[in-house]
């Protein structure tokens, strides 16, 4: 069983940063990749971006140069790093994870990008 919890979500003026944390708890856990998603009022769940153990990454282009995933393996912890934030980034964002046949999502934490 995994659990992930997302946080550091909130509202931020356009342009400025956020950092969001998602911790994943459960017994040895050594998720190869792991993901962030967002979901904006009226539209699909998209990905974000994915980061593997290895530390390779893979963004969406709407925010190539902007955000930046991490990953510290030793806490099982997640840190997506947005910056230069735009309206259009509003959204609740999610962690995930696919581990031994089964797709995990945490609850998601809101991100609203407003002045």
């Known amino acids: 069983q995994v659990q992930l919890v997302e946080s550091g979500g909130g509202l931020v003026q356009p342009g400025n940063s956020l950092r969001l944390s998602c911790a994943a708890s459960?017994?040895?856990?050594?998720?190869?990749?792991m993901g962030w998603y967002r979901q904006a009022p009226g539209k699909q769940r998209e990905l974000v971006g994915t980061?593997?153990?290895?530390?390779?990454?893979n963004y969406a282009d709407s925010v190539k140069g902007r955000f930046i995933i991490s990953r510290d393996n030793a806490k099982n912890t997640m840190y997506l790093q947005m910056n230069s934030l735009k309206p259009e980034d509003t959204a609740v964002y999610y962690c995930?994870?696919?581990?031994?046949?089964?797709?995990?999502w945490g609850l998601g934490t809101q991100v609203t990008v407003s002045s």
């Open positions: 995930h994870v696919f581990w031994i046949g089964v797709d995990y």
């Open positions: 459960g017994t040895n856990l050594r998720f190869n990749v």
């Open positions: 980061i593997t153990r290895a530390g390779n990454t």
